[in-house]
């Protein structure tokens, strides 16, 4: 429904009116945002979600702009901590923060508070892990707008704090741009002999990095050992052991879990096979 922008008035609980938009997010586009969201309000509507987008419209001297119209407001909170993170009012780093605040005061999963925000399940994950993730030092910058979001998610896929901060250098300092990120990142994870400089000139260059291998002639075959059964649950139970619920996303969880219910049926049954073959066996040879 197209609505005149003359007639939307921001409803007095919206964050807007207690917090300014950060400056370096001000172009931030987000791509699943939806229409603002109003109530019709005697002569006027008022606007609940979508702050930026009015915002954008009064910018640029739209009489109108498209909008969803409801009958009542249910999860006042939960558009709040939305247009939060849409219309750019807080730092990477405190709306990471305010995610995880907001899932343990709910007992929700990423899953749900994504499904109450209209913010993708990845985005929330990424930002989350950000927290835990990513040298501090580097948060710092990302909030400074110094750091791309897209640079420090990527750059926090590796573990070495040092590491990350000596990559992030030259996109702090703007000698290179987010575009290489991902591929730098992917590059250090497959060649972690050679030297970031090295691996930064090839990607900017468009050299492909090409491991080290030996020739043919030096190439040792090591004898083959071909792994019992036995051996095979062993190393499949120490990695099950070492699986760190952190590092799955809220929103595979449910499929791990699935998973691992097979896995749990299929172990039962064998047992009980291998169980039953056995005492018949027993019988037997007992008479």
């Given amino acids: 429904m197209k609505i005149s922008i003359n007639d939307i008035v921001i409803q007095p609980t919206h964050p807007i ?8 997010l001000a172009n931030k586009r987000n791509a699943s945002q939806q229409k603002p969201i109003l109530l019709k309000d005697k002569n006027q509507f008022m606007l609940y979600s979508g702050e930026k987008i009015l915002r954008v419209a009064k ?53 749900e508070l994504s499904r109450r925000t209209g913010i993708t399940p990845g985005t929330i994950h990424h930002y989350e892990s950000l927290i ?10 990302l909030d400074q707008g110094q750091l791309t979001f897209k640079e420090a998610r990527s750059i926090a896929d590796l573990d070495d704090f040092e590491l990350q901060t000596n990559i992030a250098k030259p996109f702090i300092e703007g000698r290179i741009s987010s575009v290489y990120v991902e591929k730098i990142i992917g590059n250090i994870k497959r060649n972690p002999k050679l030297s970031i400089d090295q ?32 051996e095979k649950i062993l190393n499949f139970a120490i990695e099950l052991g070492s699986m760190n619920e952190d590092d799955i996303p809220e929103y595979r969880r449910l499929r791990v879990i699935s998973s691992l219910k097979i896995l749990d049926s299929k172990i039962k049954s064998s047992l009980n096979q291998m169980n039953t073959s056995f005492l018949e066996k027993s019988k037997i040879y007992s008479k």
């Fill in 17 to 24: 009116h207690k917090l300014e938009p950060i400056k370096n």
């Fill in 59 to 111: 910018n640029k001297n739209k009489g109108k702009i498209d909008c969803i119209l409801k009958e009542s407001i249910l999860d006042i909170d939960a558009l709040n901590l939305s247009e939060i993170y849409f219309s750019g009012l807080k730092t990477p780093t405190k709306i990471a923060k305010d995610f995880i605040e907001f899932r343990e005061k709910n007992n929700i999963s990423q899953q």
């Fill in 199 to 230: 691996i930064i000139k090839n990607v900017i260059n468009g050299i492909e990095i090409k491991e080290n291998k030996p020739k043919i002639s030096e190439k040792i075959y090591p004898e083959k050992k071909e792994e019992t059964i036995e």
């Fill in 132 to 141: 835990k993730k990513l040298n501090p030092i580097l948060l710092k910058f």
